[in-house]
């Protein structure tokens, strides 16, 4: 299955760190934080890759020459947000499954290996968490997804989008569909949850980490659990 990750942020919230260098490529315990990222997505059998990407592009290119992954480069002309990405990344998907994963998050083999489903449906992972109200929370009915309420200021739920997503290709259309959110940027989200009222996305629990490199406090808390389990 093709993977597409995204990686055309600026990573405001990483200044000083992010002024001449991607958000994904901050170095923990050696390597760029996209190496991690490419790694996790080969153990789980993926090895067709696109990087879509905006800030720094260039960067990007010659990590991926350096540590030899061959992956498709995708330019994102403008930072529209996520749906917009998604939607660059149409000619290198075509109309087969593939998974979506956040350039700036790590997710387990086992979740990258589950998320791989060969169905019909759309597919979103979620997690149980005690802070609901800083993420979008899934509205879930069974196994499927109703939708997506971001950082909602009542109790919808407190099963959280971690960003790992399968789709098909009914995405396509559902992200012609979309407008601008209130944050001037094109949502993914949006456009899963047009596919959910249709009745084709399901949602999978996290079976294992989820790895969030969101501030500059996350470096050491994730070089510390990679230096303890994963990447020894």
Known sequence: MKAVILAAGKGVRMLPLTLDTPKVLIEINGKPFLWYVLENLRKAGINE???????????IMEFLKKYNFQATLIHQPEPWGSGDAVKHAKPFCGQDNFIIVSGDNLYSVDDLKA???????????????????????????????????????????????????????????????????????????????????????????LKEYWLDLGCKEDIGKIGKFLESSVFK
Not at 49 to 59: G, R, S
Not at 152 to 171: H, M, Q, R, S
Request: with cysteine; aromatic share 10%; glycine share 8%.
């Open 115 to 205: 998320i791989q489903k060969k169905d019909a449906f759309c597919y979103i992972v979620g997690k149980e968490v005690p802070g609901w109200q800083k993420y979008g929370v899934l509205v879930v009915e069974g196994e499927k997804l109703v939708r997506i309420v971001e950082k909602p200021k009542e109790f919808v739920g407190n099963v959280v989008n971690v960003g790992l997503y399968k789709c098909t290709a009914d995405i396509w259309p559902a992200l012609d569909k979309i407008g601008l959110s209130p944050r001037g940027e094109y949502e993914f989200t949006d456009a899963l949850s047009i596919v959910a009222k249709e009745g084709k996305v399901k949602v999978l629990r």
């Open 49 to 59: 890759y696109a990087v879509v990407a905006n800030h720094k592009k260039e960067k």
